[in-house]
């Protein structure tokens, strides 16, 4: 057999996972998306309550329906990826997450407010602005749950991810070597060396700046404590008051370097320390 066939077959694998995982959250979508648009146009008029006397299936409001978050998805998909590349890949908060929904929300009012006036002189109507207001706030509210829905699972996924089984690729000249943010204890500066403690207690020098790693790597995990350190969370084994308002940290029993094994907060990143570790 031929030494390419397993890496065929290894590549053939991760890509019909890949498909059948894309094709599985595109079918989530398309189900929300159907879902969505039943509600919407059964809550629209009272004819169209299934308890009316005079219930008929709203089939045209429905389809308009339809189609109009069709667009409303295309312009959130492509702003998603975006967003995912510039920041939702190193970390997931909630401040960017507002700032996706808003700039997404703005892309389709740039949409709708132009589209509404063709479409009422196209069919013979005047565009009245009160009008035209009220429906682009109903639009935007409707916009809003429907983004929440297609990409609260999305977003949920990236969170993990950027917490847990994120990767930095450490560089020390001879050889890189990836690790996961799971497997780091910390980060810590000695004869102007960086060097990376993992949390079996081996140790990897790094051509990185401490300032470089604080720029790189999830500040929801990661705590710039001094000059010298940057701790993960769980490699946090105690937290004592000391003198001065400061805190002294006391690091896990794997960290053998006695000159970081105790760390002192000073009192001026005491509170950003404790609603860190909180």
Request: proline share 1%; charged share 20%; net charge positive.
């Amino acid at each position: 057999m031929s030494t390419t066939q397993p890496t065929k077959n290894i590549v053939k694998t991760v890509w019909n996972t890949y498909i059948s995982s894309a094709a599985w959250r595109w079918f989530q979508k398309a189900i929300i998306l159907i879902i969505f648009s039943l509600v919407v146009n059964h809550l629209a008029a009272s004819d169209n309550f299934l308890d009316s006397g005079s219930y008929r299936f709203p089939i045209e409001g429905f389809l308009s329906t339809i189609v109009l978050s069709i667009l409303v998805g295309i312009i959130a998909d492509f702003n998603f990826k975006f967003y995912k590349k510039k920041y939702f890949s190193k970390k997931v908060e909630i401040i960017t997450v507002i700032r996706f929904m808003i700039s997404t929300l703005g892309y389709i009012t740039l949409m709708y407010i132009p589209v509404n006036i063709i479409v009422d002189k196209v069919a013979g109507g005047q565009t009245v602005f009160y009008y035209l207001l009220i429906g682009l706030l109903i639009t935007l509210l409707l916009c809003f749950i429907l983004i929440g829905l297609l990409y609260a699972q999305d977003l949920y996924n990236l969170y993990k991810l950027s917490i847990r089984e994120a990767e930095i690729t450490i560089d020390n000249g001879t050889k890189m070597t990836k690790l996961t943010y799971e497997n780091i204890a910390c980060f810590y500066s000695e004869n102007k060396i960086v060097y990376t403690v993992q949390n079996d207690g081996s140790t990897i020098n790094t051509d990185f700046t401490l300032n470089e790693l604080e720029e790189k790597i999830n500040d929801q995990l990661f705590f710039r404590a001094n000059r010298q350190i940057i701790i993960h969370k769980d490699t946090v084994d105690l937290i004592e008051k000391i003198e001065n308002g400061k805190l002294r940290i006391q690091l896990k029993a794997f960290i053998e370097n006695d000159s970081i094994a105790e760390i002192n907060i000073s009192r001026y990143k005491r509170k950003a320390f404790m609603n860190w570790f909180q």
